[in-house]
């Protein structure tokens, strides 16, 4: 029951780390709160359930949803933030909270306002060990995480380019006088941010086996709660905010059977880090 | 080598720099003096393109910059020491001098640089693997120095590197400045500390609230009554 739960809660922390490592690598480096970022991560489950319309094939469509939600960063980006960093903070920030809203919208009208059912063949199989068992989402789920933060631990550890991508977000003026085009940089993130935003949509989408078009409210503010949780910019520090949230929240309704709302979990925790951790669960301070 | 002609630069209304002019040739040592807020600062960041200059113009090696952004100044051979030491924080030493050495590919290359500057700095590489911000002020300001030479840079612009030392670590920052020169590296010191500064260079410059006032070989100035009683304590 206890092993049960935990694989459960680590299922579920797995998402909110592809969702909100996005958030906290554009933080880190453009210093803003991108809330589009949760239309990004419904955009995707969204091209993965038409790309599976169409081809048939789950992973090549988990492949294209990703795309499409990388492409649409990258567009964010260029067109709507890039023109406004000279401006106060809050000024993409309305912009951001404005184009997530459109985005919803943008979903109902072009999909429809019902929920649609994303029902994949996967084909790696439920998998059980006694009493204990994973069903094939939640094996899929695992899978696909552990393989994308590898590549990011990666990319961010043993590359040059990840080399740039830390540096720049202490200090991309400096970095700069090093030859590192910061421009580029800041598109990189938001292209690895975003495709990993694009994989948390699909995989929610075949795991609740829907995809509707206000999938990316909660997890809208959700994920900022885990990334203040983390420590705002602190990649390491949001895996494990995501885990623990994913944890608590499994716990807590699956284990203790408190009649708690399970999207609060995440945002109580956001509160009593505030409180006493400011600077997040890994930040100095 | 650098050419700096009628240089004016300003944040929003204030005028920093009002129209100055200056060359550095190839292998000198050159430093511009000045009290605090008299804009020296402001030169390096111009010329390194981190802020715009409204007038005038920068040549290097003949090139005119003022349109080069930032990164494409430092693949053109220029590097900077930054006011503030900028070490990257969370980055270990090697990482710092590593992204010193971004734009060179060629990893035997990095290698040789990073065993020169480990020989310039040996305490640098005791350290190799700890964190930036882990550094004591004086260890930070060799990082910041070792990390504008890994790129072999053809000039170093050093701001303010003697700032906040404690007096050893000045001896020793200048004592570094001088093998540079001798090995013939490029360099232009901006300093507050007008007696050190003018001792190491060959020539030198004095600013003064946005302009370039004086200028002549390093001991001549150093002689200047003005100079001595505004910025070398009157003696």
Not at chain 1, 106 to 112: K, L, P, Q
Not at chain 2, 52 to 81: D, M, N, Q, W
Not at chain 2, 103 to 127: A, H, M, T
Not at chain 2, 162 to 191: A, N, W
């Amino acid at each position: 029951m206890l092993v049960q739960q935990l694989a459960n809660g680590i299922a579920v922390g797995s998402v909110y780390a592809l969702i909100s490592l996005g958030l906290t690598m554009v933080y880190g480096i453009l210093r803003i709160l991108h809330i589009a970022h949760a239309g990004i991560y419904a955009l995707g489950a969204y091209t993965g359930w038409f790309a599976f319309r169409l081809v048939g094939e789950f992973w090549l469509s988990l492949f294209i949803g990703m795309a499409g939600s990388a492409l649409a960063g990258y567009l964010i980006e260029r067109f709507l933030y890039s023109p406004l960093l000279h401006l106060p903070r809050i000024a993409p920030l309305i912009v951001s909270i404005g184009l997530f809203t459109a985005m919803e919208e943008t979903f109902r009208i072009v999909a429809g306002p019902h929920t649609l059912t994303y029902n994949a063949k996967i084909g790696i199989g439920d998998l059980s060990l006694g009493n204990f068992k994973l069903t094939e989402t939640q094996l899929l789920i695992l899978i696909v995480t552990f393989l994308i933060l590898i590549i990011l631990w990666v990319i961010l550890s043993r590359t040059r380019t990840g080399l740039a991508m830390r540096a720049c977000a202490m200090d991309a003026e400096t970095a700069s006088s090093f030859g590192v085009n910061v421009k580029a940089i800041v598109a990189i993130n938001f292209l690895i941010g975003s495709a990993m935003a694009g994989a948390a949509g699909v995989l929610i989408g075949v795991y609740d086996n829907q995809v509707w078009p206000t999938m990316g409210s909660i997890p809208a503010y959700k994920a900022l709660a885990i990334v203040v949780l983390g420590g705002l910019g602190n990649i390491p520090g949001t895996v494990l905010a995501s885990f623990v949230v994913g944890m608590a929240e499994t716990f807590f309704i699956g284990i203790l059977a408190i009649p708690f709302p399970r999207d609060a979990v995440a945002f109580v925790a956001m509160i009593l880090v505030l409180m006493f951790r400011p600077y997040g669960l890994l930040g100095k301070g | 080598m650098l050419e700096v002609k009628e240089m004016e630069v300003s944040y929003g209304e204030f005028l920093a720099l009002k129209g100055i002019s200056f060359t550095v040739k190839e292998g000198e040592l050159v430093t511009i003096i000045g009290a605090n807020g008299a804009g020296k600062s402001t030169i390096l960041r111009a010329i390194m393109g981190l802020v715009k200059s409204r007038k005038g113009e920068i040549l290097f090696y003949g090139k005119p910059l003022t349109e080069v952004p930032s990164h494409e100044r430092a693949r053109l051979g220029i590097s900077l020491v930054p006011e503030g030491r900028r070490i990257f924080p969370d980055l270990t030493v090697s990482e710092n001098l590593f992204m010193g050495a971004y734009l060179l590919s060629d990893r035997k290359e990095i290698q040789e640089n990073l065993e020169r500057v480990f020989g310039i700095f040996p305490i640098l590489r005791e350290r190799r693997n700890q964190m930036g911000k882990t550094l004591s002020g004086g260890e930070q300001q060799m990082l910041a120095i070792a990390r504008a030479l890994m790129p072999r840079p053809r000039m170093i612009l050093m701001d303010e590197v003697s700032l906040g030392l404690m007096p050893i670590y000045v001896e020793e920052t200048f004592k570094v400045i001088d093998q540079l020169h001798r090995e013939g590296v490029t360099i232009l010191l901006v300093e507050q500390n007008a007696r050190k500064a003018l001792s190491t260079a060959d020539r030198g410059y004095v600013l003064e609230t946005g302009e370039i006032i004086l200028s002549d070989k390093a001991e001549k100035l150093a002689q200047n009554p003005m100079v001595k009683k505004a910025y070398l304590g009157g003696s």
